[in-house]
């Protein structure tokens, strides 16, 4: 059964530390990307990777980093220069990084106390 | 520049059609997104049109491209309560990595 597992569903921190999220996928794909959805706003794109090894900043990158070690896996971690990281968090991936259909997993909530 | 708007809210009695409006300022989009995200969850892809298509049907949704006015539409058919959510139309700018620009989404409430 192909998707992207998010864990866990829901994160709670408290202020000044770093937490990090999984972001795993089983569908073979080359290109993840890391998005943060708040209330009322479209959702931002963070960090993604095009391939492993290798990834690029997105609009709102400052306070979160990530790594690509392997295909399947792209974690992130919000660290503690993350002003306001109580958000919606949102992992994507695609076959390819020029292919059509973005797959999205079931996201996780964080809350920092 | 890149900048994809859409109202927040619509609310629609079951069984009649809905109809979600995006605009987008970039004109060199190639491919035009729609999703869906129930409560809680992550986005489905419902469909998504190329830019030299002006309309594409499948099943209870229809999709309208105009172009010249930069204006995406959703039209869902006899609308159901399980189609209550936000909707969220996105946009892929020819060349980019990418990586995918939204809407703030539209979040439509089927009423009994």
């Known amino acids: 059964d192909g998707g992207i597992t998010q864990s866990p569903k829901y994160l709670f921190r408290k202020e000044g530390q770093n937490v990090t999220l999984s972001c795993e996928q089983n569908?073979?794909?080359?290109?993840m990307y890391w998005y943060r959805q708040d209330p009322g706003q479209g959702l931002r794109l963070i960090y993604y990777?095009?391939?492993?090894?290798?990834?690029q900043k997105g609009d709102i990158a400052e306070g979160y980093s990530v790594s690509r070690e392997k295909k399947e896996s792209f974690p992130l971690t919000v660290t503690s220069a993350q002003k306001n990281p109580t958000a919606f968090y949102l992992c994507?991936?695609?076959?390819?990084?020029?292919?059509?259909?973005?797959?999205f997993g079931p996201g996780t909530r964080l809350t920092v106390l | 520049g890149e900048d994809v708007e859409q109202s927040l809210f619509l609310s629609v009695r079951e069984g009649d059609s809905s109809v979600i409006n995006c605009t987008y300022t970039?004109?060199?989009?190639?491919?035009l997104y729609w999703y869906k995200q129930e409560p809680g969850a992550g986005l489905q892809l419902l469909t998504y049109i190329f830019s030299n298509m002006d309309m594409k049907q499948d099943q209870r949704l229809t999709v309208l491209l105009n172009k010249k006015d930069k204006h995406l539409s959703l039209r869902i058919a006899d609308t159901q309560t399980g189609d209550s959510a936000i909707y969220f139309c996105?946009?892929?700018?020819?060349?980019?990595?990418?990586?995918?620009?939204f809407g703030s989404g539209t979040q439509l409430t089927v009423l009994p």
């Open positions: 996105a946009e892929v700018i020819s060349g980019s990595a990418r990586q995918l620009t």
């Open positions: 569908l073979n794909h080359d290109a």
């Open positions: 970039d004109s060199s989009s190639t491919y």
């Open positions: 994507a991936s695609k076959r390819e990084p020029q292919g059509n259909e973005q797959f």
């Open positions: 990777s095009q391939i492993v090894n290798d990834f």
